[in-house]
């Protein structure tokens, strides 16, 4: 049976090259039709956000590569109800359908995967 | 136990030293190593082109001595490494770049690498994360 990976995202989209390469590792172990999640964590749930204007700072949008996500098969997609409240965003307006954890469902998550990576 | 370490900090990092501390005590206490992967970052251990100064260490090349020493399989993620200028001969042609500075310990190649190493390895290890 294969190994189970959580990759653990916690960089906001215009911090530099971190949300991108995280979200790369998620879409090249769903080519492999590896079992994966994604979990949104810390700054990382600004990913999620709503309109968001990546040209104002000369950046790409990372919303096509993450909306690709379930088309490579990585649909186990979860975000930290307190990363979210922390920083003022409404679980319902996210980009993408992603279940909301607390803190105790953060902790069984880490548990139900053998490895996980965090970026 | 069969190991894969991963590392996504740059050569000057203290989690470098450590990632390469904790991978002598893999081999030093019988274990095997099934592939080191460079991500992020740490791909710039994988030029050989790093100049320190002679009274510091110098973290880029003990990696790469400790990997011919124990034949080791190590990765780099080649679009990590494009990003930030380690490139082979075949890269440096293909874009048309003056320079190749990746050092022969290293193999560059994709992210695939990392996962059939999580497939093969009883453990992965990460150093280096944010």
């Known amino acids: 049976m294969s190994q ?11 911090s530099g090259p971190g949300a991108r390469e995280a979200l790369d590792i998620a879409l090249a172990g769903g080519a492999f039709d590896l079992p994966l999640g994604l979990l949104f964590l810390d700054d990382g749930v600004f990913q999620l956000a709503p309109e968001q204007q990546p040209a104002s700072l000369a950046l790409k949008d990372l919303q096509a590569n993450l909306q690709a996500l379930p088309m490579f098969g990585v649909e186990a997609l979860y975000v930290s109800a307190r990363s979210l409240n922390e920083r003022g965003l409404s679980d319902g307006a996210l980009q993408l359908p992603v279940e909301v954890l607390d803190d105790v469902g953060l902790s069984a998550l880490f548990e139900r995967y053998d490895q996980v990576i965090t970026l | 136990m069969k190991f894969a370490i991963a590392l996504f900090s740059p050569p000057h990092a203290p989690s470098s030293r450590r990632a390469l501390r904790f991978a002598e005590a893999v081999l030093a206490g019988g274990h095997e190593i099934v592939r080191l992967f460079l991500y992020q970052d740490a791909v710039q251990h994988a030029s050989a082109a790093l100049v320190l100064p002679q009274d510091e260490t110098d973290g880029a090349r003990q990696w790469q001595t ?53 497939q093969l390895a009883d453990r992965l290890i990460c150093f280096g994360g944010p």
Do not use: M
């Open chain 2, 66 to 118: 400790f990997i011919s020493d124990n034949q080791l399989d190590a990765v780099v993620c080649i679009a990590a490494a494009l990003r930030r200028g380690v490139l082979n001969d075949e890269e440096a042609a293909r874009y048309d770049k003056p320079a190749t500075v990746q050092s022969q310990a290293w193999t560059l190649s994709g992210l695939g690498q990392l996962h059939e190493a999580n």
């Open chain 1, 4 to 14: 189970s990976l959580l990759i653990v995202t916690r960089q906001a989209p215009w």
